[in-house]
């Protein structure tokens, strides 16, 4: 299959956008849509992963976030902001879980995959996986919400 990227404002390479449908064929010899347990666990994830987010068939769930930054002044890999992408990584992981996808790493940051006409920039996030019925070890998720001791309220 032929590498789909494109170059964003910080010179990192980030897939375009896909559908399952581009990186998918689910339908058996009579046109009819195989059943996802047939599928291969990446096949899996990427029929799980938000639509629009699939990029690849490499056992990421992947989630974009669209952030307005119409004069263009964020950088989003200067250190400052890494407050902002913690949000969004712990998000991306809770999205996997909701959608079946045991995290078993930490969720990345991958970079701009585009800046849209009205100056939004969509980010895209990724976690390696595994789907949750395929998980052999389902205790050893990454953790999905960090916790600071200090900003406990309960007893």
Known sequence: MPKNTSKDTTNVEVPVKLTVHDL???????????PEHMLTPEEQIAVRTEPGAVTALDGKYRRVFVVNNKHGE???NDP??????????TQTMQAA???GVHPKAEAVFEGVRET???GNDVLVY???GVPA???ETPDDLSLVVPRDPDLDILP
Request: proline share 0%.
């Open 80 to 89: 400052s902001i890494d407050s902002f992408h913690v949000a969004n990584k």
């Open 24 to 34: 998918l064929d689910r339908s058996d010899e009579r046109g009819r849509m195989k």
């Open 116 to 118: 849209t006409h009205d």
């Open 126 to 128: 990724a976690v390696e």
């Open 97 to 99: 879980l909701m959608h």
């Open 133 to 135: 019925a395929l998980d």
């Open 74 to 76: 964020i950088d989003w």
